[in-house]
């Protein structure tokens, strides 16, 4: 049971205790978190920016520093795509260098010109390019590395006492027209700069430094991700309910940093489902294994879903292969997280693993019976323990024979 809940909080604080006995035990990675030495670090920030959810409405917000980084260098800090040949501890190692510039904010400054701090992390959020930024901290930042479930791994945080942007920030015009937009609504400026071509990154930096919307408001980092990969969504399935059917059965599969996932494309309706299977020793499940799932129809998803973030991260790459082909599907995901995927790197990993796994080649069958088969023989759970929660499946198999009964 006790493993169970960890699942279900992912270090959200649902167990009553102030501190997650999970993600503690990865702050003494300390050997290698970067020695800072003095009270100022001047790098090029990849651009980044964290806003912390601890406090709220009154939160912690602030530009990210690798110190020393280059711009060629910079970029990689805070690009997922290319990650795909690091191992997990590289990616630690790398996210240990991103020290948090904090500053104390409350989350209805987001229009507010008189804190100076903000307006300069509102600049460098505009970015889309490496940042010279240089940060001077009332004392040298605490040695500490920061894990969860949602955001990618950081290193030293504290409290500064002023920084400066050592260079202009290159804006897209797109990105500029819709910030001084005061009148369209967060959801309406997504929908345009995903059309624009503007990374999820950068349209969640804009929202999360509250320069999107009509009521803007300053966003917890973690809540804005998921918020973007939602409204992302949301845009997307919009723009497929007119396209006509796939025309096959279609199995994609793919592992990413000890996340398998199978992705079965189905003839029918839009429709999506995924199921979590977590097996023992992996990140959050302990000494047992849990499995659960959600899903969703045409008239898209109703409440928040009790996957969490990693539900809508897996729904979105689904939708822009969709986008791609030009087709609606139904469309089941099985996401198996094995001991492999042993530290928490974020939900980004869910994001790229899927887009990974619809970049490989699919293979096509006749029947669903076939696919299951040969989904099942990559996945180390028994189907008996998955298949009654796949309540796709079920319903595609039902459907198939009503066709059949009727055509006869």
Known sequence: MKDRQCIKCKGKGLCGRPRCPILEKFKTLQSISPVISGNSVFGASPPALFVGSYGYPRVSAGPLIPPLAKENEALLFEDP?????????????????????????????????????????????????????????????????????????????????????????????????????????????????????????????????????????????????????????????????????????????????????????????????????????AVWSGESSWIGGDSEGLNGKKGYSPLAGGYYAARLPVLEYLIEIKRQASVFVLREITPDYWAPLGVWVVREGMRKALQNPPKTFDSLEAAVSDLSCRVRTPKTEWIQQAKMLSDFRFQKTLDAFFRI
Do not use: C
Not at 137 to 150: G, H, I, N, T
Not at 174 to 191: F, G, N, Q, R, W
């Open 81 to 281: 795509s290319s990650w795909e040949n690091m191992q997990i501890e590289d990616i630690i190692a790398m996210r240990s260098r991103m020290v948090r510039a904090n500053t104390n904010l409350h989350i209805k400054d987001a229009r507010s010109k008189e804190n100076p701090l903000l307006v300069k992390a509102q600049e460098l959020a505009l970015s889309r390019k490496p940042v010279d930024t240089e940060a001077w901290f009332f004392k040298a930042p605490k040695q500490e590395l920061k894990f969860d479930s949602v955001l990618t791994p950081m290193g030293p945080s504290g409290l500064v006492k002023n920084f400066e942007l050592a260079e202009n920030p290159s804006v897209p015009k797109k990105v500029d027209y819709l910030v001084y937009d005061t009148d369209a609504l967060a959801k309406d400026a997504i929908s345009e700069l995903l059309k624009s071509d503007v990374s999820t990154e950068h349209i969640t930096r804009l929202l999360s430094i509250g320069l999107l919307g009509k009521e803007r408001k300053i966003v917890p980092t973690r809540w804005s991700i998921t918020a973007v990969d939602d409204m992302a969504g949301k845009e997307v399935s919009e723009r497929i309910i007119d396209f006509p059917w796939a025309s096959d059965i279609k199995l994609f599969s793919g592992t990413h940093f000890g996340n398998h996932f199978e992705v079965l494309i189905l003839p029918r309706a839009y429709s999506f489902e995924l199921i979590e299977i977590w097996l023992p020793k």
